[in-house]
């Protein structure tokens, strides 16, 4: 099933309903998404994220195929993370908007599959707004969020993940994933993530493989810097030993040591930075709009240097 325009216009209005103050956009102060998404270790998890998208064949097609992700690697994460943030933290016609840009690009990514890969026969098409594929993508948003807040700040109660769970609907809707195909609880939410994490859908095929040499700085003519090294140690402690052996990653008794002593030191290191150092730049910028300030060039100046440093774990420069 493909998210037609009118289905994601749709899925728009639904969102529109379920909002009481525009300014605030698609969650607001106070709500469970701001509590966990608002805090900058939510990105511990997104090496975890992209490759578990990478998974999916037709995500890594359609990255192969149709990204510049490896010429402008510094601009495809400002653009990137630009929608991103502009869903969850602008007012409602920002997400509107990104959510409508981003299904337009969206319309131009499809192709077919060079090669058989997992359950997918050669020759078969993909498109960017298959709703399968728009879950998956989804999914691995949210449970890296849940998964990276836990690692650094100890278990969440049940109650929050629940409530937060159910808020990020508003996420989903905004790529018009229809509310009948999402996991209708964080139980079941939980079932689903185990089932694709068990299933052949999730086959790590060579462009996959190419892309996460790449992001993490290890493809041809690269050299791997120490922050590249840092966000592969990541990714490969979070994700599960299947996936991880077929991307390549190495996790034997020196990294898992390695990644021990990191969380180690980042448990206690989280709590003693100040809070303008630990939300992220858009929050930020989000809560002063709501407030009635001025944008602060400080946090324009601190989301460049972070988008700059998400290159650099590739070796842009």
């Known amino acids: 099933m ?7 216009e749709a899925s728009l209005e639904r969102i529109r309903a379920a909002v009481s103050d ?9 709500s469970p998404a701001w509590r966990l998404e608002r805090d900058g270790i ?15 064949p ?3 097609y359609g990255v192969d195929q149709h990204s510049k992700t490896r010429s402008d690697v510094v601009g495809r994460f400002r653009r990137t993370f630009a929608n991103v943030f502009a869903m969850s933290f602008g007012d409602l016609d920002e997400a509107f908007h990104a959510a409508r840009r981003v299904h337009t690009i969206h319309t131009h990514i499809t192709g077919t599959l060079p090669a058989a890969a997992g359950p997918f026969p050669a020759g078969t098409v993909y498109h960017a707004n298959d709703v399968d594929a728009l879950l998956w993508v989804y999914a691995t948003l949210i449970d890296g969020v849940v998964m990276a807040t836990e690692l650094v700040r100890g278990a969440l109660p049940a109650a929050i993940i629940a409530a937060y769970y159910r808020d990020t609907w508003q996420f989903a809707r905004l790529f018009g994933i229809p509310d009948a195909r999402l996991p209708p609880d964080w139980p079941a939410f939980q079932r689903y993530i185990a089932s694709m994490l068990a299933s052949p859908i999730l086959t790590v095929t060579p462009p996959a493989r190419d892309m996460a040499r ?6 041809p003519g690269q ?8 966000a592969e140690l990541m990714a490969a402690g979070m994700l599960p030993a299947r996936l991880r052996a077929d991307f390549g990653l190495r996790f034997g008794a020196r990294e898992q040591i390695a990644y021990a002593a990191a ?17 992220l730049p858009a929050y930020v910028a ?3 709009r709501i407030d009635g300030k001025a944008p602060s060039e400080l946090v324009r100046w601190i989301e460049r240097r972070m988008f700059e440093l998400a290159g650099a774990v590739a070796g842009a420069r």
Not at 2 to 8: G, N
Not at 22 to 30: D, E, L, N, Q
Not at 42 to 56: D, E, I, M, N, T
Not at 263 to 279: D, I
């Open 2 to 8: 493909l998210v037609s325009r009118a289905d994601l």
């Open 22 to 30: 525009p300014r605030h956009g698609i969650h607001g102060p106070g």
């Open 42 to 56: 939510v990105f511990l998890a997104g090496g975890r994220a992209a490759l578990l998208q990478l998974a999916h």
């Open 58 to 60: 037709f995500v890594a």
């Open 214 to 219: 790449f992001l993490f700085g290890r493809g």
């Open 223 to 230: 050299t791997q810097s120490r922050l590249g090294a840092f």
């Open 263 to 279: 969380m180690s030191v980042m448990r206690p290191a989280v709590r003693l930075l100040p809070r303008r150092l630990r939300y």
């Open 286 to 288: 989000a809560r002063r």
